[in-house]
């Protein structure tokens, strides 16, 4: 080599390719990290190509010059680097050209894509699951038998006889009747029924139930149960079927007969079945009488539909130990929500007395409903974030590979020329976005996992592991994330190897 | 059409085999942007030659695919280098283009008529 350069000269002639790279860069903008890291390793190159030229036997000056006129030769660097800007790592560099055609990609970005729609999916998976299980959880609400039959058919009110107008016991349970009778003979009434609550209405009062048969330790209270005071027609108009036994009369209810109905699940805890209820004998407390248990009546769904059946004690409207001048009316008929019909109730009360205001007027449709709607109001926004969060994760990946695509078409064109099959670039595209979504499933299983634990309390029927909800919703994610894959993934295999060449020219 | 553009031809031809004359020379041992241009030139007889604006990017653009690694070696009394070496996802590309390339080139030669290859 016959460098006569000193060493001052290879520094300053360092300094000169350092300089003229960086004024080719300069327009890129790039990280001031990358770009010395370009710098460094292009001046390298030019360095080398003098000394080359140099050993060949070039005059330094002329060297200097053919080895700057062949890198100012190169007029497309810039078009080359012009995806490095905005990277701060080395970068993904096609031989990209003007027209338009495959611009690279840095690959923060792109990492950043990938990462972005792998949430969307995961936050798309965790919301189907999370709203899947509320729709379960309403569906298997919906097959509850809530104790009474057609709700839509029954209207509800409740009377209060305060003691300042009906003082005696007697009168009071009298008025009560005299108004039930009033109104069986509305046109088109079924039938009436007299109870101080109504299924799921919200009263709740639980005492201490004793059975004679099953006596409590000296110093322990029995049970607590839900206590109902009634009179004759009650089941019937709601639809709560007899399982046993009878129910009782009015004459039985005046005169005070020691008897009492329980609900099928009181009758089972105690003796299996509801027929070997009758006869046995139960009271509030030991001062009271026993009474006889003449009936065992079907559940009702006293504290919702999503709670277990409340164990009811039923007395008779006039007895020693639950008494209350509120009762509750519940009327059947195929008239209830036509036009006039509560008026024609209204009317019926007040015949009897004026001075009763009719309360909580709704129907047995209206009770359930409201029971319902803490499920429903949550089913139908979790439905609605889990759409829109599917949506976001679908066009995501949608939009990922059509980018991916449209930015590796040249290569994709070379790939074709070169002999790969349109199968096996689809394949390509599609295992990019299967990867996504497999990633996005995984996570949003792992999230859900642990989210759903939050909303157990809402759920009915269905646990928050349930593994058919999992399964159902993941498929149908990865199908639709399949089909938004598929798409973008067809068209790019469809691209003609000769323009996707010929657009680099 | 009148006839085969054959200097755009020749231009696809080198840029569609550049990543797999890359990875060849890569595959042997650790090299960096100027020998790589140097061998590709000296191999090719003068009929493939890698501008300086076109290798570069071309290597970044493998590295970003992971198929190659490039590494700064410094030595005493030299400026740093950077060396390329091929990664093993790399080697599994080589593989499969030094294996299209040749099935293409063996096809083309059938269909052009040459009697060896």
Redo the contacts between chains.
């Keep these: 080599m016959s460098d006569p350069s000193p060493r001052q000269n290879d520094a300053s002639l360092?300094a000169r390719w350092e300089q003229e790279v960086r004024t080719r860069l300069s327009e890129l903008q790039l990280s001031p990290s990358r770009e010395a890291?370009?710098v460094?390793?292009?001046s390298?190159?030019?360095?080398?190509?003098w000394r080359e030229l140099i050993a060949g036997g070039t005059p330094p000056d002329e060297a200097t010059g053919l080895t700057l006129a062949?890198?100012r030769s190169?007029n497309?660097?810039a078009q080359?680097?012009a995806p490095?800007r905005q990277s701060h790592v080395?970068?993904?560099?096609?031989?990209a050209a003007p027209t338009g055609r495959s611009a690279?990609d840095a690959?923060g970005r792109h990492r950043t894509r990938n990462t972005l729609v792998v949430a969307e999916v995961a936050l798309a998976l965790v919301l189907m699951i999370v709203s899947g299980l509320m729709i379960r959880t309403f569906v298997a609400m919906r097959q509850v038998q809530p104790g009474f039959t057609r709700p839509s058919e029954v209207q509800t009110f409740r009377l209060s006889i305060p003691e300042s107008l009906i003082s005696d016991e007697q009168q009071v349970a009298r008025a009560f009747e005299s108004i039930a009778q009033r109104l069986a003979r509305l046109p088109g009434v079924v039938s009436v029924g007299v109870s101080s609550s109504i299924t799921m209405d919200g009263e709740d009062n639980t005492n201490p139930l004793r059975v004679e048969e099953f006596p409590m330790p000296a110093g322990t209270l029995p049970p607590f149960r839900r206590f109902k005071s009634f009179a004759p027609g009650y089941f019937e108009t709601m639809g709560i079927p007899m399982v046993a036994g009878r129910s009782i009369t009015w004459t039985e209810l005046y005169e005070r007969r020691p008897v009492i109905v329980i609900s099928e699940t009181l009758a089972r805890e105690y003796w299996k079945e509801p027929s070997r209820a009758l006869g046995k004998q139960v009271r509030a407390s030991g001062r009271n009488p026993w009474r006889e248990i003449v009936g065992v009546v079907g559940n009702e769904r006293d504290d919702g539909l999503n709670k277990p059946a409340t164990a009811i004690v039923y007395w008779p409207m006039l007895n020693e130990s639950y008494q209350t001048n509120t009762m509750a009316y519940a009327v059947r008929s195929s008239r209830v929500g036509t036009p006039g019909f509560m008026g024609e109730i209204q009317q019926a009360v007040w015949s009897v007395n004026s001075n009763l205001p009719l309360a909580a007027v709704q129907t047995l449709d209206d009770i359930q409903a409201r029971s319902m709607a803490q499920t429903s109001f949550a089913m139908t926004m979790l439905a609605i974030s889990a759409g829109v969060a599917l949506l976001l994760g679908v066009v995501g990946i949608y939009g990922v590979i059509t980018y991916i695509a449209a930015q590796r078409k040249r290569e994709i064109g070379?790939r074709m020329?070169?002999?790969?099959q349109v199968g096996d670039v689809r394949m390509m595209f599609l295992r990019h976005g299967l990867w996504l979504t497999a990633i996005g499933v995984a996570l949003g299983i792992g999230a859900a996992q642990v989210l759903t634990r939050v909303m157990s309390a809402l759920l009915f029927g269905v646990g928050t592991m349930d593994p058919t909800t999992y399964a159902a919703v993941s498929g149908a994610l990865a199908a639709v994330a399949l089909l938004a894959t598929y798409l973008p993934a067809r068209r790019a295999s469809r691209v003609d190897p000769i323009v996707a060449?010929r657009s680099?020219? | 059409m009148t006839g085969i553009n054959t200097r755009a031809l020749d231009r696809e031809l080198k840029r569609g085999s550049a990543e797999l004359l890359i990875l060849s020379l890569l595959d042997t041992r650790p090299r960096h942007g100027y020998e790589l241009s140097k061998l590709i030139h000296a191999r090719s007889d003068g009929h493939l030659t890698f501008h300086i604006d076109s290798l570069y990017p071309l290597l970044y653009r493998l590295e970003e695919r992971g198929w190659i690694k490039g590494t700064w070696v410094e030595k005493a009394g030299e400026r740093r280098r950077r060396f390329y070496k091929v990664t093993a996802e790399g080697r599994l590309v080589l593989a499969a283009q030094r294996k299209t390339w040749a099935a293409f080139v063996a096809a083309v030669h059938r269909v052009t008529g040459g009697e060896h290859v």
């Design positions: 360092r890291e370009i460094d390793e292009l390298q190159h030019l360095d080398d190509h062949q890198f190169g497309i660097l080359y680097m490095l080395p970068p993904s560099i096609t031989p690279s690959p070379i020329a070169l002999g790969a060449l680099d020219v």
